[in-house]
């Protein structure tokens, strides 16, 4: 691995951590070298990664985490210790018509995707400035807060919002030696959909990937390790779209 992308050193944070892309992005930047904080609620999750971690001679430790909570936020803040990397990857989807989407639901959603992320950023940042020391954020959004699909309002808001907010941060905080970034992934096939994919539903959502393909987790990975590392040193503000062609597909 070229040495711009060695983390060795570095403790990165990733919220979401229990499964799912979550957990891959921890694998990411273990085998990268850095020591990682695994951040999630369910600690049964986060311990057996914690021990397939072990097995590679990777450093981790885990903290109890709801981003809905901004209480259950500052402790885990505090229990991380200090960080380098901040992978805001915590995230919540509900499917239901607009016009039946109560409000709690939308809250939710919001309060995980958007608010969450930001009361993380807020809080790694502001010790980074206290410790005049540099930082690297990466918000994991969406091609959907690009592009929009029906009956996930809340999600595809606080996906744009989440975009929004990487670059407010970014400008803000470039004078403090802070990088903020955002990949947005398109379909990624994951435990939780990964049959869904099989279906002639899914099909169908594939044949619209111009590579005609679903995308892999080790596919974000490149983006990934770009914008934690050195390599993308001179990079703050910008959305990376991991998506196999999607958002360029024709209307």
């Not at 959907?144 to 990487?166: D, F, W």
Request: glycine share 10%; charged share 20%; hydrophobic share 45%.
């Amino acid at each position: 691995m070229s040495k711009l992308f060695d983390l060795s050193g570095k403790v990165a944070l990733v919220t979401g951590a229990s499964s799912g892309l979550g957990a891959h992005f921890a694998k990411c930047l273990g085998e990268a070298g850095a020591s990682l904080v695994l951040a999630a609620r369910r600690a049964d999750r986060l311990e057996s990664l914690q021990a397939e971690l072990a097995q590679q001679n990777v450093t981790a430790k885990t903290v109890e985490l709801d981003v809905q909570s901004s209480e259950s936020i500052s402790s885990a803040l505090e229990a991380a210790g200090p960080l380098d990397i901040v992978v805001n990857n915590a995230g919540i989807s509900i499917v239901k018509p607009a016009l039946e989407m109560p409000e709690k639901d939308w809250d939710a959603v919001v309060d995980t995707n958007l608010r969450g992320a930001w009361l993380i950023a807020q809080g790694a940042a502001r010790r980074w400035v206290e410790e005049k020391r540099s930082g690297s954020i990466v918000n994991i959004a969406s091609i959907l807060g690009l592009r929009t699909i029906g009956q996930v309002a809340p999600y595809n808001a606080s996906k744009a919002g989440l975009i929004h907010l990487t670059r407010a941060l970014a400008m803000e905080w470039a004078r403090h030696h802070i990088r903020v970034n955002a990949i947005c992934p398109g379909y990624i096939e994951t435990e939780m959909n990964s049959a869904f994919w099989k279906t002639p539903g899914g099909q169908k959502l594939i044949e619209r990937i111009p590579q005609r393909r679903i995308g892999q987790p080790q596919h974000l990975d490149g983006a990934l390790l770009l914008l934690a590392s050195e390599a993308g040193t001179f990079m703050t503000g910008s959305v990376l779209t991991v998506d196999g062609g999607h958002t360029v597909n024709s209307l």
